[in-house]
């Protein structure tokens, strides 16, 4: 005797229907978080970061994520709020610029505890355990390359200034660090002046104004980024010192470049934020299609700019 | 009698806990522990100069000259060592040369195996990575920060400024023998063949 089949009662559809409403939603969200990119970038008030963070965000669409930009405007609480958002909003990846190498490591923890990935660029955190990779410039050896220029350039003699960038960060020691390694052989090089100016063109420009006043026989400047050359070089303009003092910067900015072609700058080494922030995206995406195993710190080399060979590069080197 | 015990037991009380709360230890001994973890770059370098660049595996320099000439950049991806994304190779290369002429900061050495063939030895500006990066004797990723990668460089240089050089310099003599092993850089981008420079490592005199 077959058993008479039982008519699905009219609540037993509904809760059915829900149910499996229920499940294909949050498929469909998961789907869409799923292509969702955070570029995280320290500030946008620098062109340099900025090329950094449109290129990335560039990149990851091409690769079919949507991206967004968070501007830290280098302040790590607002970093820490931009990580606690985009963690909440399902993101799959970071490409993140930390604002500091010790301040930005507990927001790249809170991440990864959430399993989200983290690809820092340009600068570094001080772990090696939170972020998936780090993409960052090989800054001590241009700064070993521009130092052995700026020695030759000023025949082992002289007084100069460094101005230096945020002092939190890893790349403005490097770059100090790759610097010095060289013109500290040279005893008669005398650094009469060493300030930071926060990689900020104005504030460069203000302490390179008051270091003139107790030293007006400078002979060089070198700068930790090209924003600070700039206002280095706009300080010597008003004083009318533009052709006696020599300026050297870092990052290969269009306008240091163009100053560079217009000998008005003597060099700067040439960074590729492009190349640095496409390689964060497509680590990304691999690490989003499947692939864990990642070199912790990839070095991406610099060139050293000079009068002599300006015409080989374009701009933040464009030709990449 | 028992006002007695008491203040004995509490002054034996205060006792044990001042004596678990304070520990004495040497300076020495107290500055080793505070180092422990720390990265001594200084050791590492005197290390690799004095025991491991004698069996440090080096190629023929004349081979070498002849497989850049030939194929730079397929030669270069296939032998040398390169730091993240780059197109500066580097290599350690050794050989028997002549000194051909004593410059300002080099020594022009020919070589014996093709007088053809020359190459300098830096006697002055002793920079950058070529000794760490080929070499590899050490791992970017194993550096929490980098600044310490970069040190090693730096300690490498000036034991090769403080140590190698002088006395190259003390006895070079035009015409000289001598077999040299070094670290030398190549740029695939921007090649310049006719003045790579070789980083000595060690040389030595054939008298």
Known sequence: ?320 | MKQVIKYIVFALLIGLSLYNAVYFESLDDHKRGQNKGVFDVKTLAIDFMASKTETLPAINASEFLVNIADDITGYCKNNGKKLGISDNYNFIIEGNATVATIEDENILLVLNDDKEQHIRIATDFIFGNAIRDASAIADIGDFQNTMDFNSISVELNNIVRETVVPLLKQKVEEDDELYFKGAVEVNTKHPDLQHLKVIPLIIKFKK
Request: proline share 3%.
């Open chain 1, 1 to 320: 005797m077959t058993k008479p089949t039982k008519p699905f009662s009219p609540q037993n559809l509904i809760l059915l229907l829900l149910t499996l409403f229920s499940l294909f939603g949050c498929n469909e969200k998961k789907k869409d978080a799923s292509k969702k990119i955070a570029v995280v970038i320290s500030t946008l008030n620098n062109p340099w970061f900025v090329v950094l963070g449109e290129s990335a965000a560039e990149r990851a669409r091409e690769l079919g994520y949507e991206a967004t930009i968070f501007d830290s405007q280098n302040n790590t609480s607002k970093e820490a709020e931009h990580f606690e958002n985009l963690i909440a909003a399902g993101y799959s990846a970071v490409l993140f610029n930390p604002t500091d190498s010790e301040g930005s490591v507990s927001n790249v923890k809170r991440a990864k505890r959430a399993g989200v990935p983290v690809f820092c660029m340009d600068r570094e955190v001080n772990s090696l355990d939170v972020a998936t990779s780090q993409i960052i410039s090989d800054s001590f050896s241009g700064c070993v390359a521009l130092g052995e220029y700026f020695v030759r350039q000023l025949n082992k003699k002289g007084k100069y200034v460094e101005l230096l960038g945020l002092v939190g960060d890893n790349n403005t020691w490097n770059r100090s660090k790759g610097f010095h390694s060289v013109v500290d052989l040279f005893p008669d090089l005398k650094m009469v002046s060493q300030q930071s100016a926060d990689f900020d063109r104005s504030k460069a420009m203000e302490v390179l104004e008051s270091i003139m006043q107790s030293n007006p026989d400078l002979n060089a400047v070198f700068c930790g980024n090209d924003a600070m050359a700039m206002g280095a070089y706009q300080a010597l303009v008003a004083a009318g010192k533009e052709k006696d003092v020599m300026v050297f910067g870092f990052d290969g900015a269009d306008d240091v470049m163009n100053a560079i072609a217009d000998k008005k700058i003597k060099a700067t080494v040439m960074q590729s934020p492009k190349k640095m922030a496409r390689t964060a995206a497509e680590l990304a995406d691999e690490y989003i299609k499947g692939k864990r195993d990642f070199s912790k710190k990839t070095p991406l080399a610099v060139s050293l700019v000079t009068q002599e060979n300006i015409k080989e590069f374009g701009d933040y080197d464009s030709r990449n």
